[in-house]
């Protein structure tokens, strides 16, 4: 059997989205097959997944009905110029960052429609949002099909490409911001006393658990955090000191410094 998908690119996204489409019986091995720049990546996955490992590009993607395209985005300005032509008539889903749809656009000029997406990390356990934008309407077919690709990542939401650098910024970047967030947690309980190994469990406990808190009540988090404050309690005293050191103007304009340097980018 023909493969119907191709990769451009093995890396963390596309293998993350391949053994999710396995997993979920969306797709066969024998249906998928992908190359690399050296062809290492792209072997190691074949041999771990059973898909087909495709060095001659024109042997790639000539049965391909969807073309992933998840190389590292600055590669795109030196890609092969032969893609213009063998990805004629085919749907093709970018994974690179800060690539516009005017700029695939350029490189990808016959496909029958380009799909831009911005997935985050979490997309590597399947617990990842991605927001997506097309050149062109989706017809019901290919929408069902970047349905079940990016479902692979975890849940996905269709916007207006002028959202997507803010996406850039919340969503992709938002869980380094977390992380950054939970590090200082941390070392705020170790200069609290805390032994070390204690202080960070304490923390991943208490950030997880909050955010699957939060996911399954439906809740606000204003509405969450006012059930945790007494009057002149301790969380009080705590959430003082944050709003006097404007803990929340402060996430904003980490937020729009990401925003406009994500709008910088794209322009590229």
Known sequence: MAHTIAFLGSGRLASAIIRGLIAKNVCAPAEIAATSKTGTSAQALAHETGI?????????????????VAFKP??????????????TGKLVVSLLAG???ARLAQSFPSARNLVRT????????????????ANQPLTDADRQTVGALLGALGQFLELDEKHLDAVTALSAGGPAFLFEFTAALREAGIAA????????????????GS????????????????????????TSAGLQV???????????????????????????
């Open 74 to 87: 600055q590669s795109l300005a030196t890609a092969d110029p032969r893609l213009a032509e063998l990805t």
């Open 118 to 133: 911005m997935p985050n990390t979490p997309a590597a356990i399947g617990a990842g949002i991605t927001a997506y934008c």
């Open 52 to 68: 087909t490992f495709e060095p001659d590009l024109v042997r790639l993607l000539g049965p391909a009905e969807i073309v992933i």
């Open 193 to 208: 006393g805390l032994p070390a190994d204690v202080s960070e469990r304490l923390t991943v406990e208490t950030v997880l």
């Open 99 to 101: 690539k516009r749809l």
């Open 211 to 234: 955010a699957r808190l939060l996911a399954r009540t439906g809740s606000s988090p204003e509405a969450l955090r006012d059930q945790v404050v007494s009057p002149n309690g301790t």
């Open 242 to 268: 944050m709003e006097t050191r404007q803990f929340r103007a402060t996430l904003r304009d980490t937020i729009l410094a990401a925003t406009r340097r994500a709008d910088e980018l794209s322009r590229d």
